[in-house]
C-alpha cells in the first residue's frame, strides 16, 4: 500500500483565496476599522511540490539542497549588514527601533516586489467581522461565604473575576451585569421582563479584572445564567457591544 506523505496531501487541499477579518479598535474619541489576513503558511514540502509540476524532470533533491545553500548565502549577507533581493519577490533589509533601556534594537523587515503584489490582487476574499474582545468570566465568589461554588447568597456582596469585564456605558446602551433564570427544562428565560440586572453605578468595583456588587435581594432561588454586556474592550470604550455569558450557571439561595 503506498503511503501518501504530508506535504502532498496539503498539496491537495490547497484552496485559492484569503479571509479577511474586520477590526475595529478606538482611537481617542473615535474609532479606527484595519483588516487582517488569515495566514495559511506554505512550506518548503508544498513548493518542492509545485516545482515539480513545472518540470517533471527536476531533481528534487538537487533543488532542496540548493535552496539550502541560498538560505546560508543569505543569512551570511544579512550578518554583513546587507540587504537582499530575495530573487525579484522583494528586498529583506535590516531595521532598527530604540528599546526602553536606551539601546538599539535591530530586526528584520520585508518590502514585496510589485510582481508579489500583483500576484495576490485578484485572490478570491471572505469578510468576516471579528468577534473578539469579548468579556472572559474566570470565576464568580460569593463574598458572604468566601467560596468559589457556583452559589451565591442574594442580599449579600459577590465578586466576578476574569478579563475585559469593566462595565462600559455608550450613550443610551447602558452597561449592565444580568441575571437570566433558568427554567427546569433547562433553558435560559428570554423574557427580559423576568431578567435581574445590575448596572455599573450599582457596583463598589469596577475593573476589568474584576466587578464587586451587591447582589439584588429580589432574587429568587434559583439557577440563573450570568451574562456580562459592556461596550469596553479590553482598552477603551467602544461603540460595539461586547457581551458574553458564564460557561455554566449559578444557583441563587437566600442566608438563613
Not at 34 to 51: C, E, K, N, P, Y
Not at 99 to 121: C, H, I, K, R, Y
Not at 206 to 223: H, T
Request: aromatic residues 8%; negative net charge.
Amino acid at each position: 500500500m503506498k503511503t501518501q506523505n504530508n506535504f502532498e496531501l496539503n498539496n491537495e487541499k490547497d484552496e485559492s483565496g484569503v479571509k479577511v477579518t474586520k477590526y475595529r479598535r478606538a482611537l481617542g474619541a473615535n474609532e479606527i476599522e484595519f483588516a487582517r489576513v488569515g495566514r495559511a503558511t506554505a512550506d518548503i514540502d508544498s513548493i518542492l511540490t509545485l516545482i515539480a509540476k513545472y518540470d517533471t524532470g527536476v531533481n528534487r533533491l538537487m533543488v532542496q539542497y540548493c535552496l539550502g545553500l541560498f538560505k546560508k548565502a543569505v543569512i551570511e549577507k544579512l550578518k554583513a549588514g546587507r540587504a537582499v533581493n530575495l530573487l525579484g519577490l522583494g528586498v529583506m533589509y535590516i531595521n532598527a527601533a530604540f528599546g526602553e533601556d536606551g539601546n538599539t534594537n535591530l530586526g528584520v523587515g520585508f518590502t514585496p516586489s510589485a510582481e508579489s503584489v500583483a500576484a495576490v490582487q485578484k485572490l478570491d476574499t471572505t469578510l468576516a467581522d471579528a468577534v473578539a474582545n469579548h468579556p472572559l468570566i474566570t470565576s464568580i465568589i460569593d463574598l458572604y461565604t468566601q467560596l468559589d461554588t457556583g452559589t451565591l447568597t442574594a442580599g449579600h456582596d459577590v465578586r466576578i473575576l476574569g478579563k475585559r469585564l469593566r462595565l462600559d456605558d455608550y450613550k443610551d446602551d447602558k452597561a449592565v451585569v444580568i441575571f437570566k433564570p433558568i427554567g427546569e427544562d433547562g433553558s435560559t428565560s428570554g423574557d427580559e421582563s423576568k431578567w435581574i440586572t445590575v448596572s455599573k453605578d450599582a457596583l463598589n468595583r469596577n475593573k476589568p479584572s474584576e466587578l464587586e456588587f451587591y447582589l439584588p435581594a429580589e432574587l429568587a432561588e434559583g439557577k440563573y445564567e450570568v451574562t456580562i454586556r459592556t461596550h469596553f474592550s479590553g482598552h477603551a470604550t467602544v461603540s460595539e457591544r461586547r457581551e458574553s455569558a458564564l460557561d455554566g450557571f449559578v444557583e441563587i439561595r437566600r442566608s438563613e
